[in-house]
Structures are given as structure tokens and as C-alpha cells.
């Protein structure tokens, strides 16, 4: 089955691999000539643990390829999807629909009939719609179905995720209509899973396009939570890690998602809260959980930010903060809504100066954070002469990091702990004085 992926993005470029891998024949859409030259001549423009070789491997097999011609490719397609970004609009907590929409026009314009179109971008509820709208109001002769099938890859496990997902989402029109060509496709698509059956999940368009929201809405809301209740515990004398193991351990709550940390980041949680704010504003019935996980989310990496002033005192003008880990959490180069961003440019702009070292994000932060930050070459060079070292990222590579190699390095001995990798003990009988979210410091009274 010979299928045409509209966008050689991180979703286009992980779902086109991986239906290639399921053995369909998939033309990925690029429109932008420089990625398109990167992608042909074998680069993978983003940092995904396997996607470079799971893509060599589908070219080689002749099961993938990348094109800038929309045209041909729908001539011999049986399905196309949709998988251009949908950023949220300057301004307003809308997502910017219009990629969505070109490509609808796009379609429009060349499909052939009995054509399948799927939205796996994530977009608004009634979005499947308009995209219907737009394609019946060009082609009115036209015949084609549609359907939503969001997508649930969180970034460094996407490939996993792809390949052996906790559920499938397909949103179709008539969901009454069990032998519709739009389902027996994407069962077709979706058989080489691992028993297929119990994973896919029918439902509504509208549904489907609101489970999407209200999952990363929901993860959202339960990490904000045990941000919240971190807090409780340092001011009481509580430990968050026994608190949300407890909490963990009844499985109508479950033990993911409870770790706190900076604040959320990425390219999803933060568009995605805001337009299911915004979708839900709009329909008259808003979302007052939701609002107020946004606004505490960034309160929290400003709070967090003053924290450190407020460690470093009045001596903040002479301290040197060794900041380990950039991106909005491990196994990335994305440093998209990154709580680094919200609290390095209040540090730097109260004078402090500032030694960064992230293993995938500094090509980027280099273009987003502050002039005067020193960009350090491993996490020990950052660390040399600092005052306080302040972890914001979980990378692995930090984790074996020992005091013994610290103590010589800096010229201080605060170690701020906002990702929780390291043991207190260690540390405090070393000598440092250690402070990890969710917990009360010892030299607290
Ligand atoms: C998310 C969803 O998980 C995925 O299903 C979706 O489709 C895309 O968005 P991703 O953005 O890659 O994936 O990140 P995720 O691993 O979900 O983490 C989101 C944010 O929450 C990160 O900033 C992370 O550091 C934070 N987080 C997560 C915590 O602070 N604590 C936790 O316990 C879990």
C-alpha cells in the first residue's frame, strides 16, 4: 500500500519510518528545499535515539522516500496524512491551523478518488472537519474519506512508541459503519502491531481529536500536581519521593508522570494546555483546571529562578552557576519552551554568571538564550569555580557525577537538585549542602 506523509518533521519523520517499517510504501512530503536536500542525502535534521538508522533502513529497502511534489506521490496513494506543525498563534492560545489548511488545498487539488485523509497532526476539535470542508468545497465530484489519528511520541522514546503503542486513536465519521473503507485501511495499516485488535480504539472524529488534548492535558495537570505538593513538603517537612510512591502505588492514580521538577517544557504539554483552553473557552464550557495548571506551570520557573537568587544572595554580581542540562528534559535536542529559558535569563539579568553544559541542547539554547552565558564542553568544565551547580535537566550522564570530582572543581558548595538524580546522604556528608525539590534541607529550620 503506497502512502504519501505531508510533513518531514519529527512526526512525519517518525510515523513515515515507522509505517514503512510496517511495510507500506511511504513518500514523505517536505516543502522546505534545504530539508528536503538534508533529508535525500541522508541526514536526519532532528536528534531521535533511532530514527537515523530505522530511516537508512526503510530507504534502503526502497520503502521510503522524500519528495518536494506533492502530486505524483497522491496519484498512487491509497491514504495521506497530515503531519505538518500546529504552533500556537502570536498572541493567543489558538493553534495556528494554517499548515493544516495548505494542505488540505494541497490535497485538494491533486487527490485521487477513494482517497483517504487523515489529520495525525495534533489540531483543535472540528479540525477533520474543515479539512473535509475544504477538500468537498474544491472537488465537490470528489470521493474521499477522512480521519483523525493522533499521535502519542514523546520524544526520545518515539520509535517504542510508534511501534508498540499503549493504544491507537482513530477518529472516523461514521463510526456506526463497521466495513467503512477509512477503518478497514487503517486496520490494514496498523496489522503488523503486535495483536493489533485490542490496541485500536474507534470513535468519533471529535473524540479522537479531544483524546489527544485531554491526554497531554491531563499529564500536564498530574506533573504540575506534584510540583505543588513538592512544595508542601519542603515547607512542612514532608518528602515528595514517599509521597507520590504512595500515592503511586494505587493504580487509579499510577506512579507516572508524579516526579517533580522545573515546570514542564516541550513541544506539546505547552500548545497543547493552550489550545484545549482555548477550544474550550470558545465552546462556552471552560477549563478551569486546565487554566490554572498554565499559570502555575509559569509561576513555577520564574519561582524557581528566584530560589536561586535568593540562595546566592546579595552576592549574586560575583557567583558563578554551573547549570547542567538545557532541554526540556533527556534524550532531546528540544529546547522548545524549556524551563532554562524562563530562569538562565533571570539569573544572567540579576548579574550572576553563567557556565551551561547540555549533551544534544546548546546548539540550539546558543540561539535563545542570553549573550555572556559560557557554553561549557563537558558537565565537570562547567562546574569549575562555581558557586552553586543547578541541575535542570535529568540527563543520564550527570547521574554518576561524584562529589569527589566536584569538590575540587568549585569554588562553592550548593548543589541545587531540581531533577532529583542525585542522593542527598551523598552529598551532604561530603561536605555539600544539597537541596533536591521535595524535600526539606537540612540547614532549613
Ligand atoms: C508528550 C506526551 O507524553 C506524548 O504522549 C505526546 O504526544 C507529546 O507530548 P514529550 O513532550 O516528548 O511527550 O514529553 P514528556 O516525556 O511527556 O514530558 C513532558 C514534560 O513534563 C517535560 O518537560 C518533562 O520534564 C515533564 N515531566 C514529565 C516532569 O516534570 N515530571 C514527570 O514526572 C514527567
Redesign the pocket.
Known sequence: MHITMIGGGYVGLVSGACLAAFGADVTVIEHDPTRLDRLKAGEVPIYEPGLEDLIAEQRQAERLTFSGNLAPALQKSRAVFIAVGTPTRRGSGHADLSYVHAAARAIAAHAPDNLLIVTKS?VPVGTGRQVAAIVRQARPELTFHIASNP??????HAIT?FMDPDRIIIGLEDISDTTSPARSLLEDLYAPLKEPKSRLLFMGLESAELT?YA??AF??MK?TF??EMADLCEATGGNITDVTRGMGMDPRISA??????P???????PK?TQALATSARQAGTPTQLIETTIAANEARKRRLAERVLTLAGDNIIHSTIAVLGLT??AH?DDMRQAPSLTILPLLHEAGATLRVYDPQGMEAARKLLPEGITYAHSPLHAAEDADILLILTEWPEFIPITPAQLAPRMRGTLILDYRQIWQEKTWRDAGFRYHCLGMRHPTQT
Do not use: I, M, Q, W
Open positions: 495534533t499521535e502519542f511520541l514523546r520524544e526520545g512508541d489527544k491526554a497531554n499529564l500536564a506533573v506534584a510540583n507516572h508522570f508524579l516526579t517533580p521538577g515546570g514542564y517544557g516541550g513541544s506539546c504539554f497543547d526540556f528534559k532531546t
